[in-house]
T-cell receptor, first 120, second 112 residues
Framework: GAVVSQHPSWVICKSGTSVKIECRSL??????MFWYRQFPKQSLMLMAT?????????EQGVEKDKFLINHASLTLSTLTVTSAHPEDSSFYIC????????????????FGPGTRLTVT | AQKITQTQPGMFVQEKEAVTLDCTYD???????LFWYKQPSSGEMIFLIY??????QNATEGRYSLNFQKARKSANLVISASQLGDSAMYFC?????????FGSGTRLQVQP
């Protein structure tokens, strides 16, 4: 099956610093990648949709200047949390879409293992 | 707008018994898909089963089956012969032409 990796798997950073999270599709090309955030004991919430070669589309309430997304190639999307604060501590998960059904549905998304960010 | 509702925050089941996890949805899309994912304590999202809105038969994948009732807008997950390793969070998700919308999840605990 399709594999998506994330790096790092966990990171601790000091308040005010920036941290970059990478999401890679290892054996397929992903024109679209999604970034989700999951707070403890909560569900996954979509932050943004990342399209290769174009600007990301952010969900309402997500600060695009704080969460910078770059999708420079068909296999790599990065999320940079700028000037991180303790409230940004969360589990960040990316997913990549490999194929779309004939009806145009997002048939299946492959999830990365997630990155646990702790801001002190 | 899309909405997914999971009304069971937690469920207990005895090992080897079957359990049903509830999921209802609302969407204005004519064509859509429903997913179930398992999330163990490690955090990874494990795909379990998929049901397309136009699929006439309920989806099955090994011990997992999806009880799809389109008129009621429900897509319940049935796990047969529960195993201790099934203990995890389970999320129902809905998709149209973009990203997934997740329900709040159900924590399943399998007891020996």
């Amino acid at each position: 099956g399709a594999v998506v990796s994330q790096h790092p798997s966990w990171v601790i950073c000091k308040s005010g610093t920036s941290v970059k999270i990478e999401c890679r599709s290892l054996d397929f090309q992903a024109t679209t990648m999604f970034w989700y955030r999951q707070f403890p004991k909560q569900s996954l919430m979509l932050m943004a949709t990342s399209n290769e070669g174009s600007k990301a589309t952010y969900e309402q309430g997500v600060e695009k200047d704080k969460f910078l997304i770059n999708h420079a190639s068909l296999t790599l999307s990065t999320l940079t949390v700028t000037s991180a604060h303790p409230e940004d501590s969360s589990f960040y998960i990316c997913s990549a879409r490999d194929k779309v059904s004939a009806g145009g549905l997002a048939y299946e998304q492959y999830f990365g293992p997630g990155t646990r960010l702790t801001v002190t | 707008a899309q909405k997914i509702t999971q009304t069971q925050p937690g469920m207990f089941v005895q090992e080897k018994e079957a359990v049903t996890l509830d999921c209802t949805y609302d969407t204005s899309d004519q064509s859509y898909g429903l997913f179930w994912y398992k999330q163990p304590s490690s955090g990874e999202m494990i795909f379990l089963i998929y049901q397309g809105s136009y699929d006439e038969q309920n989806a099955t994948e090994g011990r997992y089956s999806l009880n799809f009732q389109k008129a009621r807008k429900s897509a319940n997950l049935v796990i047969s012969a529960s195993q201790l390793g099934d203990s995890a969070m389970y999320f129902c998700a809905l998709t149209g032409r973009r990203a997934l919308t997740f329900g709040s999840g159900t924590r399943l605990q399998v007891q020996p």
